[in-house]
């Protein structure tokens, strides 16, 4: 994950809002404790995972156009379904031209009538093809991804290399540019340095889909089949100057700022000075070159490669950008590789989500305000924010406690908290799209100026001011995160909705789940990477030499207990490129549960269903992870997810929590009681 998004797909909030969450009564009818999803006949003590969730396993297999089936999956589906409605009646219309009805029914319509994508077939994509045709040297490259028709992807692997911009790692009030380690099509500098068969076998299968791709766009078999060696040779040269995920992690490793003639030096095939000046940053002066050794591997990269063979790669990833937004046979072959061979989905999802997720990407915040207004409450947020403000109060009353650290350190910790910015539900200014067209029955056209739109508004922030009111995700996103640049935590409406929360659910598993999530979010300002910055949002050490190393210790036993746990065959997790949410889970459940025993303390508690208060906030916080996933699926993650599969973010969090212990009445010797337990925050 990019610094931007240290995140996590954590446990959420939703409801109707009573006076008081503490203040709810057990109700017959629990969105958040499901007693159904349970599977009783386990001891919760040896599998704490499948005792809260083997019900759910058991009842709700992958659906076909799915990779992986959980509760956050069940609810963005229905999330989909919704925006869906609000997209269909928007189509229907027919609003004035310019209004953001027009512009999100229109994208929808453009999107949807398949028949007419067929029968265009490839043309879409024919005049970008013809401007690298005409390419007469490799110095032409920069001017040509500097006015491609898919401008370099804000976040993303990006066509040679990905372009943004940024606040200054140690100037967080200044947006400055940013280039970064890009060009690949596989989901990893891995798949293609590797050398295990499974590895060897993933090659094989994309250079054929690369061949099948050219072959769909009219190249006889043999030059397909050449095309795509090329491709492949030159993208796994560019992955051997990739950072691995796990060097990705140190922020210290992604701060390099230079000036445009000294990043000129370093690549200087690439016309760097042309490449700003065609993108309208002519004026830039220096920039953050987040991974030299990139910029000196495309550069020699470019060297070694013919221009021929510099045209068949770029024509292969305008081919890549656009498949979807090309004829069935272009989108069905782009599935068979990337769904069905890396994630092991069996059919392609229905295309009213893939248009309903397009427009959710391209239009975000025009849909999401219309979501918002349908779906979210007022009393939704204000009981979000209440919620976290207990977890606040909780993280600072641990920090004050903390036995390992000391007095100095604490109260630059303090601080840090202090500042943290909360923000619920969706922006307070919504984005203006005015100046982006939307024109029905122009589906491509509407994808690249989309595209284009974005690229410039991320331009413009250059050398101006930074609005800390800006989100990165949409409303609807099922999702949550922390920036540590900003220095706040950020919950989408989305995500806060049933069952990973109700109000007529009682405290203990809202806590468990919702409480979870927050928890989670705001201890990812004191992780490894987000202990990093400070109350500013800068990158610099807050901390003395001997807390920091007491830190690191207490890190590196989440890193050993991870990275004992297996994932498929005889894959293990990473544990070093989990550690942040690794101890996100762990910090973020332990908050929650002092904060809910703090909001309930002057209440008197009892069972509900045979389950005592304490049992219900662990089932709660266990049932927001009840996921089935396919095979695939699972080997994808383990290369490039900085989270532990769903089982161990149970497993894990509680076989460390003396709480967890007391509550199911666990001995010392049983697998969910680790006698050498972690604990950080």
Not at 24 to 36: E, G, H, I, K, Y
Not at 69 to 91: S, V
Not at 459 to 469: C, E, L
Request: charged letters at 25%; aromatic letters at 10%.
């Amino acid at each position: 994950m990019s610094l931007k998004n240290l995140a996590l797909v954590s446990a959420v909030l939703t409801l109707t809002l009573l006076p008081s969450l503490s203040a709810q009564t057990a109700s017959p009818d629990q969105f958040v404790l499901d007693l159904s999803a349970m599977d009783k006949s386990v001891d919760p003590c040896v599998d704490f995972y499948t005792y809260a969730c083997g019900g759910w396993m058991k009842a709700n297999p992958i659906p076909p156009d799915q990779s992986s089936w959980g509760t956050y999956g069940k609810l963005q589906d229905e999330n989909l379904a919704q925006l869906r409605t609000i997209l269909e009646e928007a189509a229907r219309a027919n609003a004035g031209k310019g209004s953001t009805q027009q512009k999100i029914g229109d994208y929808y319509a453009s999107c949807m009538d398949e028949a007419a994508t067929d029968k265009l077939g490839a043309a879409p994509l024919t005049p970008e093809l013809e401007r690298i045709a005409k390419l007469k040297s490799k110095r032409d490259i920069a001017g040509y991804l500097a006015t491609s028709q898919y401008p370099t992807p804000i976040f993303g692997s990006g066509s040679l290399f990905t372009f943004r911009s940024d606040q200054d790692y140690k100037n967080s009030a200044e947006v400055i540019a940013e280039a970064d380690q890009g060009g690949l099509s596989l989901p990893d500098r891995d798949y293609y340095l590797k050398d295990d068969d499974k590895s060897k076998d993933l090659r094989k299968a994309y250079v054929a889909h690369v061949q099948k791709m050219f072959e769909l766009l009219g190249d006889k078999p043999e030059q397909a089949a050449a095309e795509a060696a090329t491709v492949m040779r030159i993208e796994t040269a560019l992955a051997k100057g990739h950072l691995t995920r796990v060097e990705r992690r140190d922020p210290q490793q992604l701060y390099h700022r230079m000036s445009v003639a000294e990043l000129a030096k370093l690549s200087p095939s690439f016309d760097w000075h042309a490449y700003l000046m065609k993108s309208g940053l002519g004026t830039v002066e220096s920039l953050n070159v987040q991974v030299p050794d990139y910029a000196r591997t495309m550069s020699a990269t470019i060297d070694q490669e013919s221009l021929a063979d510099w045209k068949t790669y770029l024509r292969w990833h305008a081919l890549h950008n656009a498949a979807t937004n090309l004829s069935s046979a272009f989108d069905r072959e782009n599935f068979n590789f990337y769904g069905k061979t890396l994630r092991g989905q069996e059919e392609l999802p229905p295309r009213w989500k893939r248009c309903t997720n397009d427009v959710d990407s391209d239009l975000g915040e025009a849909l999401g305000k219309a979501y918002v207004d349908r779906y979210f409450s007022s009393e939704a947020k204000l009981a979000a924010v209440k919620m976290v403000k207990e977890i606040e109060r909780a993280m600072q009353s641990e920090i004050r406690a903390l036995p390992w650290m000391g007095d100095a350190t604490k109260q630059q910790a303090l601080t840090k908290l202090e500042s943290i910015a909360n923000k619920v539900g969706y922006p307070d200014r919504w984005r203006d799209y005015a100046a982006l067209a939307i024109v029905r029955g122009d589906e491509m056209g509407n994808t690249e100026r989309a595209a284009w739109f974005e690229f410039r508004r991320q331009m413009a922030k250059i050398g101006k001011p930074v609005d800390k009111t800006e989100w990165t995700m949409t409303p609807p996103t099922v999702n949550a995160y922390y920036d540590p640049q900003k220095n706040d935590i950020n919950f989408p409406a989305g995500i806060l909705q049933p069952p990973l929360f109700s109000a007529k659910s009682d405290a203990a598993p809202n806590y468990g789940n919702t409480g979870g999530t927050m928890g989670h979010e705001l201890t990812h300002a004191f992780d490894d990477e987000g202990s990093q910055f400070d109350a500013a949002g800068n990158l610099r050490n807050w901390w003395t030499d001997a807390d920091r190393k007491a830190f690191e210790e207490r890190a590196k036993c989440v890193v050993d207990q991870y990275s004992g746990y297996t994932i498929i065959d005889d894959i293990k997790i990473n544990g070093k490129l989990t550690n942040g949410e690794d101890i996100a889970d762990l910090g973020g459940t332990l908050l929650a549960y002092l904060a809910w025993k703090e909001d309930t303390k002057d209440q008197k508690l009892g069972p509900v269903d045979g389950l005592t208060p304490e049992q219900r906030f662990f089932i709660g916080y266990g049932q927001s992870w009840c996921t089935n996933e396919r095979d695939e699926f699972k080997r994808l993650r383990a290369t490039v997810d900085p989270h532990s599969p769903e089982k161990y973010r149970a497993n894990g969090v509680v076989s460390n929590m003396p709480e967890f212990r007391e509550a199911f009445h666990c001995q010392t010797g049983q697998p969910m009681v680790r006698e050498n337990a972690c604990r950080i925050w």
